[in-house]
């Protein structure tokens, strides 16, 4: 029978989300969010507007130390609460352009293998989250599940033919 996610929720998260599922607050080493048991394997960076176009900027080079960590997981994501309307059309607090704040993101999406959802609002960044988590703790457990059941059958047959030439 398959356990239901609990939630991590980085320790350092200043506005974290509330979810549905139990969640727990813990330091993760990548991201703001993963799930208890896969979070060497999975994590959300959750961002604001403002906040993105920081780390595309005067943050880059700690920003980049977190994408490079991120790519080494099976799965990493960004979670910008911020239409992708809204930040073509410059409604961010920097005088970075948008030219340059659209192609710095597609630019880390290709080096990094990084998907990038762009929300309308923040309780939709929770739900687009909570489901990305969700469904990777799903995927991960009928995974290991799967491959545990394949080997045992790998198993069997190998024991049958085993004891056929004994």
Known sequence: MKE??????????????????????????????????????????????????????????????????????????????CSLEDLAAGKYKSA?????AVQSILALSIRFRLPVWFVHNRAHGRRVTESLLTKFHGWATTTATSEFNSNKQKGAEEEKKRKKRV
């Open 4 to 81: 239901d996610p609990v939630f991590i929720i980085d320790t350092r998260e200043k506005r974290p989300y509330s979810f549905s599922a139990p969640a727990r607050v813990q330091t993760l080493t990548t991201g703001d969010y993963s799930v208890a048991g896969l979070e060497n394997r999975i994590a959300i960076e959750r961002k604001s507007v403002d906040d993105l176009i920081g780390c595309l900027t005067r943050e880059r080079e700690r920003f980049t130390r977190e994408l490079e960590r991120g790519a080494a997981l099976d799965y990493f994501a960004l979670v910008v609460e």
């Open 96 to 100: 970075m352009s948008v030219k340059s």
